[in-house]
């Protein structure tokens, strides 16, 4: 079946750049999410990529999606205390409805 | 305000008792999911609906029990066959445009 897999754990200084990884098994995903999970609450949805774009960027997020390699990242800039949290990558295949595959998630910690 | 809601937020139980987690939204979304998230982990797939009066297992429907005869409401049941059931569990809900939107999650611990 899909996996995907992501780091534990990743710290990182107020004010510099974080960059989360992710790689999935699945070739035909088709939709590649990024969701945060603040402590004891649900998931909110970040930012996600349709699998023929390489990059996409909003404010401070830029995501990267290298095809080939089924490696997607989550670029941070001007990290802040308040990005303190868990990050999770998930991929769907558009054929197979809304059916989402979690990666394990990646604490990101921020440093004053 | 649109949105999904969950409750109770914390949730505490016996061994050997059935407990029923809810779930309501009123997003007009006609698909929902329950998740299980244990420390550390990701989310898994307990059980799926996509439409009213139908659902689908997930991965790890074993010891789970769900209903869906109203389109805003996916209660979740944990019965006492589910053997470790202390977990964070969530609900989700999404149109056909690929987007899930969370609840705020039910903290269930076995006592």
């Known amino acids: 079946g899909e996996d995907v897999e992501q780091s534990l754990f990743l710290s990182v200084r107020e004010g510099d750049s974080s960059v989360i990884n992710c790689t999935y098994t699945?070739?035909?995903?088709?939709?590649l999410y990024w969701y945060k999970q603040e402590p004891g609450a649900g998931l909110q949805l970040l930012t996600y990529?349709?699998?023929?774009?390489d990059m996409k960027q909003d404010q401070r997020l830029t995501v990267l999606l290298n095809k080939k390699d089924k490696h997607l990242s989550l670029r941070i800039a001007d990290t802040q205390t308040g990005d303190s949290a868990i990050y999770f990558c998930?991929?769907?295949?558009?054929?197979?409805?809304?059916?989402?595959?979690f990666g394990g998630g990646t604490r990101l910690m921020v440093k004053p | 305000d649109g949105g999904i809601t969950q409750s109770p937020k914390y949730l505490f139980r016996k061994e050997g008792q059935n407990v029923t987690l809810s779930c309501e939204q009123n997003l007009n979304h006609d698909a929902m999911y329950w998740y299980r998230q244990d420390p550390g982990q990701g989310l898994r797939l307990i059980y799926y609906s996509q439409i009213v009066n139908d659902f689908q297992k997930g991965d790890i429907a074993e010891g789970y029990s769900v209903s869906r005869e109203k389109k805003e409401s996916f209660p979740l049941t944990v019965t006492s066959a589910q053997k470790n059931p202390t977990a964070f569990y969530l609900c989700?809900?999404?149109?056909?445009?690929?987007?899930?939107?969370f609840g705020p999650g039910t903290r269930l611990t076995v006592l």
């Open positions: 990529i349709f699998s023929n774009m």
């Open positions: 998930a991929e769907s295949e558009g054929n197979a409805g809304n059916m989402l595959t």
């Open positions: 989700a809900s999404s149109t056909t445009s690929y987007e899930q939107f």
């Open positions: 699945d070739s035909s995903s088709t939709y």
